[in-house]
Nanobody, 135 residues
Framework: QVQLVESGGGSVPAGGSLRLSCGVSGATLASGSYCMGWFRQPPTKERELLATLKTTGGAAYYNDGVEGRFTISQDDVKNSVDLQMNNLQPEDTGMYYC??????????????????????????WGQGTQVTVSS
């Protein structure tokens, strides 16, 4: 049973940084083929996809609103997927979730984004971690 646990959320002033981590158990990222994604759900709004990566390699995907500020990365020692968030703004406030989808071997750009768009409900999800950015 794959389980995901997010950590690293908190409260920061605008311009600050946080590093979120998504610890994975029940699967080994270095030896499996997964699409990993970070999502955000602001208060009273729908969940949105922020960034994805493929555990077998290939380019990461970033939402236009976070590209250049957020970086998604895989840590094979910790068996985690992290999200470094810099220059945080009040509009970044929300609950942050990570998700994992078992995936094929394709490394075509946009593959993981398309997989999450089509079947995110079939994936494994963490319980979320809250990020609050004050102005």
């Amino acid at each position: 049973q794959v389980q995901l646990v997010e950590s690293g959320g908190g409260s920061v002033p605008a311009g600050g940084s946080l590093r979120l981590s998504c610890g994975v158990s029940g699967a080994t990222l270095a030896s499996g083929s997964y699409c990993m994604g970070w999502f955000r759900q602001p208060p009273t709004k729908e969940r949105e996809l922020l960034a994805t990566l493929k555990t077998t390699g290939g380019a990461a995907y970033y939402n236009d609103g976070v590209e250049g500020r957020f970086t998604i990365s895989q840590d094979d020692v910790k068996n985690s997927v992290d999200l470094q968030m810099n220059n945080l703004q009040p509009e970044d406030t929300g609950m942050y979730y990570c998700a994992a989808l078992a995936a094929g071997l394709s490394s075509v750009p946009g593959y993981c984004r398309a997989q999450f768009d089509r079947r995110s409900d079939t994936g494994h999800w963490g319980q979320g971690t809250q990020v609050t950015v004050s102005s």
